[in-house]
């Protein structure tokens, strides 16, 4: 089986093709980057894009993703190393406290920008909604995106 993982092709061995995407991602494949945390599809730390739309990877068995386009957290920054306008926002915005919903919280914007180039808080908020942060970076979060949008909007 095959996945295409930020433009790769990635082969999947046997042992793992009964596997979520998630696990395959991070304990087959080496991208630790999406994060394993409720498992059930109710925190958003495991979000990935499939297909260009945002998908929780602990609820999609592996052979659901073959052969389809994914995008992680690893995938976003330009090849030269230049980040992607969220991930700047989000270190100049200081938003993570201990970091783990947010890679999910990223790949979540990423999907909001795409449809809605200039949200306000309450598009933002609707679209983060299932993006849980226990730490409560949620205004640091709303801030970086705002933030990451109009250089998105200068750049296009
Ligand atoms: S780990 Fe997938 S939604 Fe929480
Ligand atoms: S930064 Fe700790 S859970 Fe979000």
Same mark, same amino acid.
């Given at each position: 089986?095959?996945? #295409? !993982?930020?433009?790769? /092709?990635?082969?999947? +061995?046997? =042992?793992?093709?009964?596997?979520? @995407?998630l696990?395959?991602?991070? &304990?087959?494949?080496?991208?630790?980057?999406t994060r394993f945390s409720c498992g059930i599809?109710q925190c958003g730390a495991c979000?990935?894009?499939?297909?260009?739309?945002?998908?929780s990877?602990c609820?999609?068995?592996?052979?659901?993703?073959?052969?389809? #386009? !994914?995008?992680?957290? /690893?995938?976003?920054? +330009?090849? =030269?190393?230049?980040?992607?306008? @969220?991930?700047?926002?989000?270190? &100049?915005?200081?938003?993570?406290?201990?970091?783990y919903c947010?890679?999910g919280?990223?790949?979540?914007?990423?999907?909001?920008?795409?449809?809605?180039?200039?949200?306000?808080?309450?598009?933002?908020?609707?679209?983060?909604?299932?993006n849980l942060?226990r730490?409560?970076?949620?205004?640091?979060?709303?801030?970086?995106?705002?933030?990451?949008?109009?250089?998105?909007?200068?750049?296009?």
């Amino acid at each position: 089986m095959k996945l #295409n !993982i930020n433009g790769v /092709e990635r082969q999947v +061995a046997t =042992d793992w093709q009964d596997e979520t @995407l998630l696990t395959v991602l991070r &304990d087959h494949l080496g991208l630790p980057g999406t994060r394993f945390s409720c498992g059930i599809g109710q925190c958003g730390a495991c979000l990935v894009h499939v297909e260009g739309s945002p998908v929780s990877s602990c609820l999609m068995s592996v052979k659901q993703a073959a052969d389809k #386009n !994914i995008l992680t957290i /690893e995938g976003l920054a +330009a090849d =030269d190393g230049t980040l992607h306008p @969220l991930q700047q926002a989000w270190i &100049d915005e200081n938003v993570p406290q201990c970091g783990y919903c947010q890679s999910g919280q990223i790949m979540q914007a990423l999907a909001l920008l795409e449809t809605t180039p200039d949200p306000d808080d309450a598009d933002i908020d609707q679209a983060m909604n299932g993006n849980l942060c226990r730490c409560g970076t949620y205004d640091r979060i709303r801030k970086s995106i705002k933030k990451a949008a109009i250089v998105m909007r200068e750049a296009n």
